[in-house]
């Protein structure tokens, strides 16, 4: 069973930059295509940036150009460097890993931009 665990949201002011980590355990392989999803109160969950095993990504509109997404494969783990954040960023953050016939879902980790 894939294990997903996220960390390194927390509270930052408008125009501030966190970095999110997610690693996977329990999976002898790499995942086809990893992701970063978010999910503000009283919305739906929306992908946020994604990035293949090959190493493609591509970013919602409303965080291009301020956020990106990396890998290190060897060590099983997606990051979401995220500047320039705004309050409208504020949500819980889920990592996402897409196998070919499965996926699994992170905890997620709660990132407030409030000032």
């Known amino acids: 069973q894939v294990q997903l665990v996220e960390s390194g949201g927390g509270l930052v002011q408008p125009g501030g930059s966190l970095r999110l980590s997610c690693v996977a355990s329990g999976s002898r392989y790499s995942a086809n295509t990893m992701a970063w999803y978010r999910q503000a109160p009283g919305k739906e969950r929306d992908v946020v940036a994604r990035?293949?095993?090959?190493?493609?990504?591509d970013y919602s509109d409303s965080v291009k150009g301020r956020f990106t997404i990396s890998r290190d494969a060897a060590k099983n783990m997606v990051y979401l460097q995220m500047n320039s954040l705004k309050p409208e960023d504020t949500a819980v953050y889920y990592c996402?890993?897409?196998?070919?016939?499965?996926?699994?879902w992170g905890q997620g980790t709660q990132v407030t931009v409030s000032a």
């Open positions: 996402n890993f897409q196998y070919a016939i499965s996926n699994y």
């Open positions: 990035i293949t095993r090959a190493g493609s990504t």
